[in-house]
């Protein structure tokens, strides 16, 4: 007997006029579907007149659900992947499932369709270069501003998810530690009633969300501008001599590798300036 097949399928965020064509086929067709929440699945194929076996996979039992799934597959049964809402495995269960699924040789199909992540970039009009996504910060202070230590000179949009209870204190520390002046978007209920996209600086952000309580509530995407990246003028004129040299006799990424280890800079800072003379030449 052949293997069946795992759909990895997204749904909406919101809107359920978001679902793709090819999300419904998919989920009228398998034999299951794994879900986060069953019950919310059920009302959301409850909408769309589909009746199908569910099996819950969430957080607390993705290990176990993923040797149960994989034991279904290779009896040949085919099973859709579903979270709450968007796409399987970004920061949301998945990424286990499917991580064995495909170790264990069955094959794994993408069916795509809604992503917060996406959608609050096209509608944010950052024009900037590229996009780290880091999901959820953690929920204590102290390892949340320590995560943003780490991120504060990446010279691309950092992204976030963020719950309404943390929003506030998150955006201090955002304020605190990336800077001021530093430019958020927040993209809030993306889809929904209250859909809210606003930019201010980091500095205002927080007494914009403590004015209205309403701009707390439901799930956040935060766009933080990047940071800015060094010019010629602030790079030692060794460090571009270094640099300008190996760039001459060697790929980028190997160049900006060895001029790292050569003049102790910053990796991501010589790579964005590796970029800019390119760009130049």
């Known amino acids: 007997m052949n293997d069946g097949l795992l759909y990895v399928v997204a749904t909406p965020i919101g809107n359920l006029g978001d679902i793709t064509l090819r999300a419904l086929e998919i989920l009228k067709s398998v034999d299951a579907i794994a879900a986060e929440d069953t019950r919310h699945t059920s009302g959301l194929l409850s909408h769309f007149g589909i009746s199908k076996k569910l099996i819950a996979v969430h957080e607390h039992n993705e290990h176990q659900s993923a040797e149960k799934l994989l034991l279904q597959l290779k009896a040949g049964e085919s099973i859709a992947l579903v979270t709450d809402a968007g796409t399987p495995g970004i920061s949301d269960p998945g990424a286990v499932v499917v991580d064995l699924v ?8 993408p069916i795509p369709g809604v992503s917060a992540v996406i959608a609050a970039l096209s509608a944010s009009g950052i024009v900037q270069n590229g996009f780290l996504f880091h999901g959820f910060l953690p929920a204590s ?84 501008e990047a940071a800015a990246i060094k010019d010629a003028e602030e790079i030692s004129e060794e460090t571009v001599r270094v640099l300008k040299l190996l760039l001459a006799e060697l790929p980028l990424k190997q160049a900006v590798k060895l001029a790292t280890e050569i003049t102790n800079e910053k990796k991501n800072i010589l790579y964005e300036f590796a970029l800019k003379l390119k760009h130049d030449e």
């Open 102 to 109: 495909r170790k264990a040789g069955v094959k794994v199909v």
């Open 141 to 224: 202070g102290a390892a949340r501003r320590k995560n943003l230590e780490l991120l504060k000179t990446q010279t691309v949009t950092l992204v976030f998810y963020e719950a309404p209870h943390r929003i506030v204190e998150s955006i201090v520390d955002m304020a605190n530690v990336l800077g001021a002046e530093r430019r958020v978007t927040f993209a809030r209920e993306l889809t929904k009633t209250f859909e809210t996209i606003y930019s201010c600086d980091l500095g205002a952000a927080a007494a914009w969300l403590q004015a209205d309580t309403n701009q707390q509530r439901g799930e956040f995407v935060l766009l933080i």
